[in-house]
């Protein structure tokens, strides 16, 4: 692992301490990876909705039906 160092405000400090002391988290560190990893897959889903709105834009129109499309939304959240 690279080791960084990051500063955080007093309010987010306090909240990522109160979620070790919760036993959420066994530390700081694994608590802003989980936060980052998050982060990254929201970001994936968002960039897989564009894509596709810009698909069925570019195209006038999609093949897919209205349930497709929300089956396979719902079915990138759940990963």
Known sequence: ???????????NDEWLKNQVDNNE???K??????LIRQARKQQA???????????A????????SKEQI????KSLLNE
């Open 45 to 55: 889903q968002v960039d897989w909705i564009k894509a596709k709105l810009e698909r």
């Open 1 to 11: 692992m690279i080791r960084q160092s990051i500063s955080f405000t007093k309010p």
């Open 57 to 64: 834009e570019n195209s006038g129109f999609t093949n897919d």
């Open 25 to 27: 988290y066994s530390s």
């Open 70 to 73: 929300l089956n396979q939304s």
């Open 29 to 34: 560190s694994e608590l802003v990876n989980d």
